[in-house]
T-cell receptor, first 114, second 116 residues
Framework: DTGVSQDPRHKITKRGQNVTFRCDPI?????LYWYRQTLGQGPEFLTYFQNEAQLEKSRLLSDRFSAERPKGSFSTLEIQRTEQGDSAMYLCASSIGQRSYEQYFGPGTRLTVT | GENVEQHPSTLSVQEGDSAVIKCTYSDSASNYFPWYKQELGKRPQLIIDIRSNVGEKKDQRIAVTLNKTAKHFSLHITETQPEDSAVYFCAASMLAGGTSYGKLTFGQGTILTVHP
């Protein structure tokens, strides 16, 4: 499968625990985006990287959230001290070069905080 | 920041009919407008997009129109089929020199149901 992949696909955690998600973009895609989608809503932008540089962060990304893309390939999104309001689908997308506006999404990680 | 409003929230049509979904945006600097289709439990998939230098774009049964003055754009699906049933999202973004500034701002989504 040459598409965007995310791991895990589902995560159930207890409130207060830390969780980490991984996204592997399409090979050679230099841009990587994180979005959050709650039931019945469109995806909301969280942050994006160009190569290893984090270029923009949404105000939605509180200090409990951190994202990294250390080698410009895969990315991780960590949520510390999870809250029930963090329950959502976390989507990753990637794009490349001159067609960087075409974002291709992964299957998402569904987080449930109990 | 950009705000995108999408209507209707649900749309039910008979197979073979046309479906139209409308979106408005607030930031006049936005110049790239993609549409995504999301089937239940699956990832959003880009189905068509339009840039602000054109007013209409068509791909088989799907077309998108853009009115920059009014700041609204629409998705038109003709000859609908049951497999068109899904949630459709519009989005807006800003490009400069062909390079995206990054984020997409999505509408709230439209649940399209095509009855056989």
């Amino acid at each position: 499968d040459t598409g965007v992949s995310q791991d895990p696909r589902h995560k159930i955690t207890k409130r207060g625990q830390n969780v980490t998600f991984r996204c592997d973009p399409i090979s050679e895609h230099n841009r990587l985006y994180w979005y959050r989608q709650t039931l019945g809503q469109g995806p909301e932008f969280l942050t994006y990287f160009q190569n290893e540089a984090q270029l923009e962060k949404s105000r939605l990304l509180s200090d409990r959230f951190s994202a990294e893309r250390p080698k410009g390939s895969f990315s991780t999104l960590e949520i510390q001290r999870t809250e029930q309001g963090d329950s959502a689908m976390y989507l990753c997308a990637s794009s490349i070069g001159q067609r960087s506006y075409e974002q291709y999404f992964g299957p998402g990680t569904r987080l449930t905080v109990t | 920041g950009e705000n995108v409003e999408q209507h209707p929230s649900t749309l039910s049509v008979q197979e073979g009919d046309s479906a139209v979904i409308k979106c408005t945006y607030s930031d006049s600097a936005s110049n790239y407008f993609p549409w995504y289709k999301q089937e239940l439990g699956k990832r959003p998939q880009l189905i068509i997009d339009i840039r602000s230098n054109v007013g209409e774009k068509k791909d088989q049964r799907i077309a998108v129109t853009l009115n920059k003055t009014a700041k609204h754009f629409s998705l038109h699906i003709t000859e609908t089929q049951p497999e068109d049933s899904a949630v459709y999202f519009c989005a807006a973004s800003m490009l400069a020199g062909g390079t995206s500034y990054g984020k997409l701002t999505f509408g709230q989504g439209t649940i399209l149901t095509v009855h056989p």
